[in-house]
Structures are given as structure tokens and as C-alpha cells.
Nanobody, 118 residues
């Protein structure tokens, strides 16, 4: 079955960096566009970044442009999110998910918590 396992979160100071990873299984990762989402307490889950199947096209929400970079390694079935110049408003639980196909309807993974605080 489709599974997503996110990791790499933690506590960072404002201006710091973290690199998130998401290992996906149960579908053909290399032919599937992927997305990172985040959800903070009391808020709706929001799209943060997206990447096409080959990694040649990316999209970011305005609030993270220039600070976050989405990438992927199709040989490892792994999606990444490099987060630089972190801000307190980036504090949230981060999730990955496929864009389109049955994999996009699967359950969410556990996510990984990012907390930005001094």
C-alpha cells in the first residue's frame, strides 16, 4: 500500500536551516509529481511546494520562495525540502504526498514537526 514517511524536522532558531526527507513507497515514485504540505495548530493544511516527476519544474507558495528548495531522488524514492532562513511562522507539521493518481488519495503519513523558536 502507499506509504509516506517524513523525517528531518526538529527545533531550529530563526535564520536557521533544516532539511526534510520523505520516503515514499507503494507507487511508482519516478513517474509521479510530488508535493510538500504543512499544517500548524488551528490552521488548514497548506501546500508549500511541488515538483514534477523529473525534478525539472518546481512551484512554491509565496511565503517560502527564495528560502525553501524542493528536490527529489527518484533512485531512492525520496523527496526533500531544504529550508533556509527559517522564520517562526514556518512552525508546523510537514507532510509529503503525491500529486495525482491513487497515491494522492492515500492516507497522510505521520509528518515531521518543525519548530522555529529562539
Amino acid at each position: 500500500q502507499v506509504q509516506y514517511v517524513e523525517s528531518g524536522g526538529g527545533l531550529a532558531q530563526p535564520g536557521g536551516s533544516l532539511r526534510l526527507s520523505c520516503v515514499a513507497s507503494g507507487f511508482t515514485f519516478s513517474t509521479t509529481a510530488m508535493r510538500w504540505f504543512r499544517q500548524s495548530i488551528g490552521s488548514e493544511r497548506e501546500l508549500v511546494a511541488a515538483i514534477n516527476k523529473s525534478g525539472t519544474s518546481t512551484h512554491y507558495v509565496d511565503s517560502v520562495k527564495g528560502r525553501f528548495t524542493i528536490s527529489r531522488d527518484n533512485a531512492l524514492n525520496t523527496l526533500y525540502l531544504q529550508m533556509n532562513n527559517l522564520k517562526p511562522e514556518d512552525t508546523a507539521r510537514y507532510y509529503c504526498k503525491a500529486l495525482g493518481g491513487l497515491a494522492s488519495t492515500a492516507d497522510w503519513g505521520p509528518g515531521t514537526q518543525v519548530t522555529v523558536s529562539s
